[in-house]
């Protein structure tokens, strides 16, 4: 097939001028909403961002198929990672990139791109295809929270394509693992270090014994689980009485998710009682697993959808958390596919236009 791909990389070049780092992704969604508005397509945009400090909310539009078959969504996020503002794209040979001032923002608007061609093909093509929904969250970079706050009641398919992954076309993407977040909070008892310490507890010390007992980095296969901060303390002359860290603990499998959890617990709590002081310890789900079956309608369309354009899929199980996460997590049937995305949430990002026009010609394949 022949994509206008002089018309795509258009309205990727203006889409990566709109300013649109998480919370502040309004004039990013107005111009998506006017974009499919002119093509008398069902528009709707919750409010999801009033829920956590957002200029606006997520988007999801429907247009109405004309052949039988189950409908598909095409999801994508609208907001960038810092520095993300004033980006100026250049087109070298093969490959978009920034002056290297700033990301590129192709993690996700090269998704987008992929998507309004391959809409814009059927469209003017009068292509025959199945009901389509596309999704465009907000504030995916910093906890997924527009998918957080989605109301699954407007979305009447249960077959999602995530476009959100790095790597050449071809790469699909069907497992993914929970993540809980862990703050520890330390208190012992001030003291003067100099006159009296004895009286004094060291909160240093609980935290120092509790993080010694712990198990961190690579648990196994399917976990990991990673001290990212760790702050308290002040002058040398005082023992220290209050010390915090941030943990995270990353699974594939529940049940490794909550020994691992339990294990960090139990640190803290004997480490606290050991030196006579308190630890308050605050747990919680970040986003669940992702684990989709390759028996699942989404997952072999997928791979068919790669292979009628002669290219090879890559199935891979991945160590992060997306969208697709969340919406695995509200009983949505996830598959994430590669865009052509480099060293993305770098200055260094970079987008291949060879792999970008693949994927479109894939999403196409999807859609009909």
């Given at each position: ?63 109405k198929g004309d052949i039988q078959g189950e409908a598909i969504c095409f999801a ?293």
């Amino acid at each position: 097939m022949q994509i206008n791909k002089e018309r795509m990389l258009d309205n990727l070049l203006n889409m990566i001028k709109i300013d649109s780092v998480s919370l502040n992704e309004k004039s990013m969604a107005d111009w998506i909403e006017n974009y499919f508005k002119k093509r008398n397509a069902e528009v709707y945009r919750d409010n999801a961002g009033e829920k956590f400090g957002g200029n606006c909310g997520n988007i999801l539009v429907y247009v109405k198929g004309d052949i039988q078959g189950e409908a598909i969504c095409f999801a994508t996020h609208m907001d960038t990672v810092e520095p993300g503002n004033g980006i100026k794209p250049i087109i070298d040979k093969n490959f978009i990139k920034s002056d290297g001032s700033t990301i590129l923002a192709g993690d996700d608007k090269g998704g987008i791109a992929a998507i309004l061609e391959a809409f814009e093909y059927i469209r003017e093509n009068n292509i025959p295809h199945r009901d389509l929904y596309f999704m465009f969250s907000v504030c995916e970079e910093i906890g997924m929270l527009g998918a957080k706050n989605f109301d699954c009641n407007l979305l009447k398919t249960e077959n999602v394509v995530v476009v959100d992954a790095a790597g050449p076309a071809g790469i699909i993407a069907y497992a993914a693992p929970a993540k809980e977040d862990i703050k520890a909070n330390f208190i012992g008892k001030k003291a003067h270090a100099g006159i009296e310490p004895e009286k004094g507890i060291n909160a240093i010390y609980i935290a120092a014994e509790a993080i010694s007992n712990m198990k961190l980095g690579r648990i196994d296969e399917e976990t990991t689980s990673n001290i990212g901060r760790i702050e308290g303390g002040g002058q040398t002359n005082i023992v220290t009485d209050e010390v915090m860290f941030t943990a995270e603990v990353r699974s594939h499998s529940m049940d490794k998710l909550k020994q691992q959890v339990d294990l960090i617990k139990e640190s803290c709590i004997n480490a606290a009682k050991k030196f006579g002081g308190k630890v308050e310890l605050d747990i919680k789900r970040d986003y669940p697993n992702l684990k989709l079956s390759k028996d699942s309608f989404v997952f072999k369309h997928c791979v068919k959808a790669f292979e009628l354009e002669k290219i090879q899929p890559k199935t891979v199980i991945i160590g992060g958390g997306s969208d697709a996460n969340i919406l695995a997590g509200k009983g949505y049937q996830c598959a994430i596919i590669s865009c052509g995305m480099e060293s993305v949430h770098t200055v260094e990002e970079r987008l291949s236009i060879d792999d970008l026009c693949k994927t479109c010609s894939v999403i196409i394949n999807l859609m009909k």
